[in-house]
């Protein structure tokens, strides 16, 4: 079985259930229409309909900071290994940001793997739900090809006029629809029902730029030298909040804290920003991107351009975090429309 039907009404005790065994995290609401992901008890506290979180799921996998080593001399220890796990659920996780845990897994499944994240990954079970309705202005997750379900996920619910239609996805996830035992088996009409729904989705998700998929790596090739970047140059704060919400940055940097007595100390993993002035500095005091022209067009050709050369898939997800969070209204479709605007 990989589809079953959980009924509205069972919803909340499907939560319940989850709750009762596992530490389970979902979107829930703050001020002025924000939202973030935050551990939950109910049903009651999550948000259903959010636009994305403030901070991506990324959190959860590769948090802001963890210990990679800790070390005592007073006690005799030597360097001590640490691998931070936390066995979590996290529920309600929307289709831009399952693209961008796909892409995180890809990366860090690369050589030299990093056992650290794949550790973590192992702990996290994922539970997807679907839009039914761009988020905003700034979306575009359909440009990108990521309004639709492609994996990333254990179970995938769909909102349906009377119940949630289930993809199983994995045997984690067939595991815990058949301990729940509130699931029934997946009907013809609601299938039908599905089919309808995501046929709706393709005429009401449109992409808004004016370019093909397959053709926006072509574009950033050919405006290395636009005049776009000295603009975005200009206006950019090299604040890095960018880089910070993004579900698909995976810069770090190690550092080491020795406390004072340097007798013991730990090292560190924390997030990282190609957007920082130092960031690609190196000894002698070159930097390779000294300006901010050069780090705002860094920052898009990893994602439209360099890592699909590598990876075979472009790594934005189209979920407007950038564009939402960006003080100085640096916005990435209105970006990529003058491109091609450029380009002619």
């Given at each position: 079985m990989n589809q079953a039907l959980l009924s509205k009404s069972r919803l909340a005790d499907f939560v319940s259930y989850l709750v009762s065994g596992h530490k389970v995290v979902a979107p829930v609401p703050l001020q002025e229409g924000r939202f973030k992901f935050d551990e939950v008890q109910s049903l009651a506290d999550i948000s259903l309909n959010y636009i994305p979180t403030i901070l991506p799921p990324k959190k959860y996998f590769m948090p802001q900071r963890s210990t990679l080593l800790r070390y005592d001399l007073s006690k005799g220890q030597d360097m001590e290994e640490m691998v931070e796990l936390e066995k979590l659920v996290l529920f309600g996780v929307h289709t831009c940001d399952l693209a961008g845990i796909q892409c995180l897994n890809i990366v860090f499944s690369d050589r030299p793997k990093d056992l650290h994240y794949l550790a973590r990954n192992n702990f996290i079970t994922v539970i997807g739900l679907e839009c039914s309705d761009y988020c905003d202005s700034f979306a575009g997750c359909a440009m990108l090809h990521n309004h639709l379900p492609k994996g990333g996920y254990d179970l995938f619910l769909t909102e349906l006029a009377e119940c949630y239609y289930v993809?199983?996805?994995?045997?984690?996830?067939?595991?815990?629809?058949?301990?729940?035992?509130?699931?029934?088996?997946?009907?013809?009409?609601?299938?039908?029902?599905l089919e309808r729904l995501r046929s709706r989705k393709k005429e009401l998700f449109t992409s808004e730029v004016p370019i093909r998929y397959q053709d926006i790596p072509r574009l950033f090739e050919e405006t290395f030298d636009s005049d776009v970047w000295s603009q975005l140059g200009e206006?950019?704060?090299?604040?890095?909040?960018?880089?910070?919400?993004?579900?698909?940055?995976?810069?770090?940097?190690?550092?080491?804290?020795?406390?004072?007595?340097?007798?013991?100390?730990?090292?560190?993993?924390?997030?990282?920003?190609?957007?920082?002035?130092?960031?690609?500095?190196?000894?002698?005091?070159?930097?390779?991107?000294?300006?901010?022209?050069?780090?705002?067009?860094?920052?898009?050709?990893?994602?439209?351009?360099?890592?699909?050369?590598?990876?075979?898939?472009?790594?934005c997800t189209g979920c407007g975090r950038c564009s939402r969070s960006c003080m100085a209204g640096i916005n990435l479709k209105r970006t990529i429309s003058a491109l091609i605007e450029e380009r002619g």
């Open positions: 993809h199983i996805n994995t045997q984690k996830g067939e595991e815990m629809i058949e301990e729940a035992s509130i699931f029934e088996a997946a009907t013809k009409a609601a299938e039908g029902e206006k950019c704060l090299s604040c890095g909040n960018c880089t910070s919400v993004c579900p698909t940055c995976f810069c770090f940097d190690i550092l080491d804290e020795p406390e004072l007595d340097l007798g013991s100390g730990e090292r560190v993993r924390v997030w990282d920003s190609c957007q920082n002035e130092a960031f690609a500095a190196v000894a002698g005091g070159d930097n390779f991107r000294k300006k901010r022209l050069e780090r705002q067009r860094h920052r898009f050709h990893r994602k439209f351009k360099y890592l699909m050369d590598r990876y075979g898939r472009l790594f």
